[in-house]
């Protein structure tokens, strides 16, 4: 397959589509409308449906119902707008449906800026809308894993029947990198016929619903809900990058992973044996994984670097038990941190906690 | 022997939570008879609110998606544009339409969704106990307008067929009233025109029918629908407000 | 000639088949059903003319209108 | 090997394609490249800036404090983006709209009149930026100059015209490019 | 002060009156309806604004318009309506408002039921909207602490100007019990006119805003206001209820609390050295104290009791810093744990973890 | 020497972010010489949308509330219903106002709020890059309708003043247009009297200003204004569409 | 001390007014009380109840599976609450609706015909509830009596017929429930 | 007698004024201002009636009018 130089939005849109993903609703929002504006121009090519609505709040009900009709759905938006969706994303989850969520993930709170940040993770990971419900929370760290992370997120999220959200930023939605659809393979769309909405002939009418009148079903219903949350830890990702040797190692996901990567390779050269253990999933948070090198005797410190004031901080936290010393360094508000910096404040934890060269 | 009124193939046995009285089930019935002679409970999707008639679908015998308060439209707008064939409806209650989900319902009708919407106007909010809806009567007594709806404070009535026929859209748009048996026969012709409209592709259709409660009320079932004809009637004047011929 | 009949244990006892009934075949009885309400019970059987508009009124699908032999049609509905 | 380059100038002088164009030709010839604008609320009316990131493996972090090179199209792309080129790296200056030029001595500096090269082939200044792209082809050869001729001429593949237009402008900023790079490198030779 | 015989959720509204605040926008939803039910009534009467809004979405902005313009302000709602708040919440938070917040939580997600649940916590003490943004979350356990802490609510609001929220559930709103309205005096609301929409006679104009166009402005900000969050562990609230000799100690916070409260004092006359460690402020959490109690010697084992899948669960293991095994008991979907299945639970877990009796 | 135009009082220095001929400075000029002539400059509370006004605060030498996407209007309630004695209003672009906040606008004007509502109908999203409005014209290229608006695919543009002028409660709505010096002094006419019935109590006010977005239509200010009288004016007549005294 | 009753019945019955009454009445007296409503969807329609819990300690779970005494207004009522009932606790049985008893033998079970009572006093089965009311604080002294009294007396101030008539009601239902605890006393010292 | 002024540099060369001077009074100058413009300016002042319709069509608030002596008041504004 020969590689395509695509901006991260459309990219998204296009994965979709390869996904078998020809249905879309949206509500415009800088960093990320081009997936709204490619898709409304590439989804009629397909035979596919493409609609405006008049708010988050709407595209997100939207995906309900298409979600509820059984077809692939997706929706995309960044953080206020996210905001607006979930009470939809909760009443998806409560009905137990299929459907993919982008966030591109702007500065905050409230109207906040338009550039990047990772300062939706607390909303990404914990869920943001009322009642017990979580979602596979994905973090690419490029335009090819965010090809690559949409088009599996839809057999994922019919895998589990739940939402799914691929959780991006500015940098990721609006540069161009070459990508590569051929290299996840569309998977057909698993039956719907037993439970969506799709006209009862020959069957027994089907409900897409969450209301539950009688308490005892309700709670039974969350503890299934809670062993599906649980089974979804066979879908942890994570990488591990020069981890072997390492006295330190940092925490960094998606577009700050990318920053730590240049950090280490050049502090490798000065000596410093640090690696970085990246989340790809942060919900479900490979917190035994993590854990295992926060045990490790030659490990002396963990360091995070976020862009937020300290969200993934705390899983890190609680993943490593705080038995080794955890250092925080986070851009926030639109900035990436640029690898300068970042290499700074690698040294100085690093040497803090003795860390030999 | 033979049956010349009973219930329709569409609903089920379920005997519904309702109030004694209240035109919900026969609002309902009206639509699953519609169904059912359109020949259209295998391919139809019905979209419940939040609201008194949140349960509509233990009583439909057709596929049903339970919406989130006031979103019905979007929802239904999501079902129909991704599955063209299915005939699909909202029941929504005016708190439910009227009120939080005004933005849904104007765009649904506007984008000219090929929906059937079918709003029952009760002048309240039934299943939250009765507090003030965007449609209930000047000087109506409500669990939030202990003194009487005061239309300096809060306004008037918002009459959503009247709103939704300005629309340049084109659409079916009629109000009728469950209160008498002759009402009841003309809201039942208003809802198979409308999914009729549906059916041909031609546009969105929406039949606003003026409902009652007696529970909130606090009146009989009886008492309530001549409340109804004095004091809804008047400010909610039934007709056609808008067909799609007219544009 | 027209029937009508109640589930009795359906009726929520509203009233609305009284009042519509335009024969006065329609009364509330005196007894209370499983649900506890005093329920419409045909008085005046022979009286009924089949227009179903007590069906037509009824919002708990609890009435059914039969006949033998033709029956006319007192509205399209 | 890791090679940066900014492009700046105000909104509408075509900074973005043209680095846009740089990257696709760097990725022909098998490079990894990631393209970066910046967006923001400073678009409206304000200048604009990308940059292109030129690596032989995936690219880390395409935030850079100090590219190699900086093309800067208008006075404030200069005054933002000239102090920040990297020691030894390159700045390419469109003295057509910018009158002053910089003091600094430990970089290739190249002055290149675009929008008077454009004027010069098509009367109108439209296509200064492909003579910006063709200088810093000329300046600093990370990619081969043939690749970035082949994406112009698939850009423009349907309009022969402007095609050939913005043929004879690249060339004509490549020359000056090269011209300026070989007497640099002779200079330092010296 | 003699008591009065109240409902919880008109003795919120009550409370609010007498800590003075009278500017109310809601919109109705069950099971605390009845706060604007009464408020309806009595705002009137005290020469005060009661208005419901179109939606959630809209009483959130009207809370977010009256807070700018410097007045106590107070919204109530319950899960599905707090998700739509959430955009409102960050808003206000961004633009350093104060407001006060109550959701009376119910079974979840999507439309769930009505009846009591504690399975807002996460969207309560992790932010539920986007950003960097963070807000007092208190969990009273009885109507006259509801009471108390919506009337300390407003001069905490105010204190650090930042929304508040007091989480309670459908118990504690719909039961009645005895209130004293006297026990927490009344505070003088702060000066606003140096930043509210007064209108800017005899000073520069005023700007309640949360948009900032300047990346590292927002970053600055966005430190500012992590400095203030953590400030308000200042406010670290929670009850030690027979901790001294405890070799396990349950966590549980508001209704479920009580249950527990009854049951350890069914299980101390067995001779079960039970305690009970119970937040107040659920955010912050009081991690300090409870690690030192996880870390005595003498504590054998920790029980969380919750009315959801597991969420409060999370920052108590990392409290404990998972030192003390930590056992876990819920019931969800809208019951209330009885005192009998509690205390089998905490008899089998402080068994099973060698307590002695 | 005696200076009979410059800017007004109620303005900053501040050189706005607009794009060339951007009519959205002429609009907030206008609001600021109303501002100033009624002599409400130290008791005005503006607010501001999510939209390229976004920064009106800025430019305004008023108390200021930069409000969320679409809820100015529940907002201005907020401020207004708690400090009735100031004078409140918003100021909104038509994805702001019609399309994520039909729902805020229809009830603020249904409530009858007494605030002010400057609504600018540019026809297009101009601040995220151009894309479809619930006013785009039909036919209208945007970033989200490539092919041009398709009327039997997403429905007519909504035509706010007529919408809202339909309800019941007392208001005065208007619509004007800024293309045109005669048409800017018939807009700020507007824009007094909306303000005066604000201070007078009376009732909601509201004044759609037809506005032009260059950049996002793509052709230059001067062009922008002929493409609007020519498209948009048949389709949004000018004119008082509801007064308070009517009712 | 802590004790437990519920009242049931249907919606409109009035069990959840006695319920309040009897609360107030414990408040009154300086006691800690709970009041605790079923709430949700059973409501409409359906049976509704409430649980008074009455303690000399602030109450700590209000949640009772199993109360001292439960009220029964109506057939469901008896059904669901009939065997709830703690050992050695109290039942009330409204038995002008409920044609049935209980065969339980561990508890104190009272009939009182509510509605014929409150008929008797005032033409209509309204006030069967207070007579329930009566019965319980007869049958099951948690609160004096009195106390009980001045709840109703400042509840109906403002109309005297209706008071006069409820302080009728109360007094019957009270001898009944207070005879049937002496009987059961009586009969457990035997 | 009127005179027009205009700000060069809050001047974003719309072309508005330019337009809607009745007069020819305006016209678009051939240099840029600092923001890159082309902006307008008063090339025939001497015909200038003191209408002010250039301020009132201008977005960016660059223009004043002023006057020597009384000044006919053109519209109500
Ligand atoms: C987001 C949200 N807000 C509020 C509610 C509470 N609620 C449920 S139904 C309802 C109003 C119902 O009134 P209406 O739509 O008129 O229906 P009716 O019961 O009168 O038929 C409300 C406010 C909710 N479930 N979800
Ligand atoms: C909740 C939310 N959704 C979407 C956006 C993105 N957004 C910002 S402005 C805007 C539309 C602006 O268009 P309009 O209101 O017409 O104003 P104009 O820029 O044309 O003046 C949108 C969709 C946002 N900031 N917040
Ligand atoms: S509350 Fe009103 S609307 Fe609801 S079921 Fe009863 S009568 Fe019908
Ligand atoms: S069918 Fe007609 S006549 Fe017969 S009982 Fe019903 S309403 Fe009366
Ligand atoms: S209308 Fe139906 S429910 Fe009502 S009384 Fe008659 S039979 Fe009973
Ligand atoms: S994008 Fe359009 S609306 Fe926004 S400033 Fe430019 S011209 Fe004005
Ligand atoms: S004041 Fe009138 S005549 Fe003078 S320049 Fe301006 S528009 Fe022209
Ligand atoms: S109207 Fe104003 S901004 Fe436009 S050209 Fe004239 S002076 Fe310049
Ligand atoms: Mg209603
Ligand atoms: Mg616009």
Redesign the pocket.
């Known amino acids: 397959m020969s590689k395509i130089l695509m901006k991260g939005a459309e990219a998204v849109g296009e994965a979709a589509i390869r996904a078998g993903c020809i249905s879309y609703f949206c509500y415009p929002i800088t960093p990320q409308s081009e997936v709204a504006e490619y898709l409304s121009k590439r989804l009629p090519e397909v035979g596919g449906t493409f609609v405006q609505a008049e708010s988050e709040v709407a595209a997100s009900q939207m995906v309900y119902g298409a979600a509820g009709a059984g077809v692939r759905i997706m929706t995309t938006s960044s953080s206020p707008g996210i905001s607006l969706m979930t009470e939809g994303i909760s009443y998806i989850a409560g009905a137990e449906l299929p459907a993919v969520f982008v966030n591109i993930v702007r500065g905050g709170p409230g109207l906040g800026g338009i550039l990047p940040s990772q300062a939706d993770y607390f909303q990404a990971t914990k869920g943001g809308g009322h009642g017990d419900y979580r979602f596979l929370a994905i973090a690419p760290a490029s335009v090819q894993e965010m090809v690559e992370w949409v088009m599996r997120a839809f057999p994922l999220a019919e895998k589990y029947r739940n939402p799914v959200m691929v959780v991006g930023d500015g940098l990721l939605a609006q540069m161009m990198e070459p990508v590569d659809f051929g290299c996840v393979e569309p998977t057909p769309q698993i039956d719907v016929e037993s439970w969506a909405t799709t006209g009862c002939k020959d069957r027994p009418a089907n409900l897409i619903n969450s209301l539950f009148l009688d308490p005892l079903k309700l709670e039974e219903f969350n503890w299934k809900l809670k062993a599906k949350y649980e089974a979804m830890e066979a879908e942890i990702a994570y990488e591990e990058y020069k981890m072997d040797d390492c006295e330190m190692f940092v925490v960094a996901y998606g577009t700050t992973s990318r920053v730590v990567r240049t950090a280490i390779n050049a502090l490798r050269e000065e000596g410093y044996k640090i690696g970085m253990f990246r989340p790809i999933t942060i919900f479900p948070f490979p917190q035994k994984a993590m854990r295992a090198y926060g045990e490790n005797p030659r490990v002396k410190s963990v360091a995070v670097v976020e862009m937020s004031n300290g969200q993934m901080l705390e899983d890190v936290k609680w993943a490593v038990l705080e038995k080794k010393p955890v250092e925080f360094f986070a851009r926030n508000g639109g900035i990436v941190p640029n690898p300068h910096e970042t290499m700074e404040f690698l040294r100085k934890s690093y040497e803090k906690h003795g860390g030999t060269k | 022997m033979k049956t010349i009124f009973s219930r329709p193939r569409a609903m089920t046995e379920t005997i519904t939570h ?2 004694p009285g ?1 035109t ?1 089930g026969t609002a309902h019935r009206l639509v699953a008879e519609v169904i059912d002679e359109l020949g259209l409970r295998e391919s139809t999707v019905g979209v419940a609110p939040v609201g ?1 008639s949140v349960l509509l679908y233990n009583y439909m015998d057709t596929d049903m998606h339970q919406a989130a308060h006031g979103r019905a439209p979007a929802v239904a707008t999501g079902i129909k544009r991704t599955r063209p064939n299915l005939t699909v409806y909202t029941y929504q209650g005016d708190g439910d339409l009227a009120s939080i989900g005004m933005a849904e319902i104007i765009h649904a009708a506007n984008r000219g969704e090929k929906i059937t919407v079918v709003f029952i106007n ?1 002048a309240i909010y ?2 939250t106990g009765g507090q003030m809806a965007p449609t209930t009567m000047p000087g109506q007594r409500t669990t939030t307008s202990p003194a009487g709806r005061d239309v300096d404070n809060v306004g008037y009535p918002i009459r959503v067929a009247e709103l939704l026929s300005t629309l340049r859209t084109p659409s079916y748009v009629v109000r009728g009233s469950l209160h008498t048996p002759h009402n009841i026969i003309e809201a039942k012709k208003a809802i198979r025109q409308a999914f009729q409209y549906q059916v041909d592709g031609t546009c969105f259709s929406f039949v606003e029918l003026l409902s ?5 009320w606090g009146i009989t079932p009886v008492k309530s629908n001549e409340w109804l004809e004095k004091n809804m009637l008047p400010y909610y004047p039934l007709g056609v407000y808008k067909t799609p011929e007219e544009n | 000639m027209p029937s009508v009949k109640i589930d009795k244990d359906r009726c929520k006892g509203c009233e609305h088949c009284v009042t519509a009934c335009p024969r006065g075949v329609l009364e509330m009885s005196k007894d209370i059903n499983v649900k506890g309400y005093f329920y419409s019970t045909p008085v005046n059987p022979h009286k009924c003319i089949g227009c179903t508009l007590c069906g037509v009124v009824c919002p708990d699908l609890a009435i059914t209108v039969s006949v033998h032999g033709t029956q006319y049609k007192y509205f399209n509905y | 090997m890791e090679r940066e380059v900014t492009f700046a100038g105000f909104g509408g002088q075509g900074v973005m394609t043209v680095g846009k164009f740089l990257a696709q030709g760097a990725m022909n010839k098998g490079m990894e490249v990631a393209w970066v604008p910046s967006y923001g609320p400073e678009m409206r009316g304000g200048t604009a800036y990308c940059t292109v990131v030129i690596a032989d493996e995936p690219v880390g972090s395409p935030i850079v404090r100090n590219p190699e090179t900086a093309v800067v199209m208008n006075r404030p792309s200069l005054d933002k983006f000239g102090p920040e080129v990297k020691p030894g790296g390159c700045l390419i200056i469109n003295s057509s709209l910018i009158d002053v030029t910089t003091d600094r001595q430990d970089i290739l500096v190249v002055t290149v009149p675009c929008n008077q090269i454009s004027m010069e082939v098509t009367g109108t200044g439209r296509s200064a930026n492909i003579a910006a792209l063709g200088a810093y082809a000329g300046a600093v050869p990370v990619v081969d100059f043939a690749s970035i001729e082949d994406v112009v001429k698939t850009k423009f593949a349907k309009k022969p015209k402007v095609l050939e237009d913005n043929m004879a402008i690249l060339q004509k900023g490549y020359e000056i490019g090269r011209s300026a790079r070989e007497a640099w490198d002779a200079g330092k030779g010296a």
């Not at chain 2, 009652?212 to 909130?216: A, E, M, S, V």
């Open positions: 309702y109030c209240c919900h008194c009760n039934g299943m009652i409660c007696p529970t909130n």
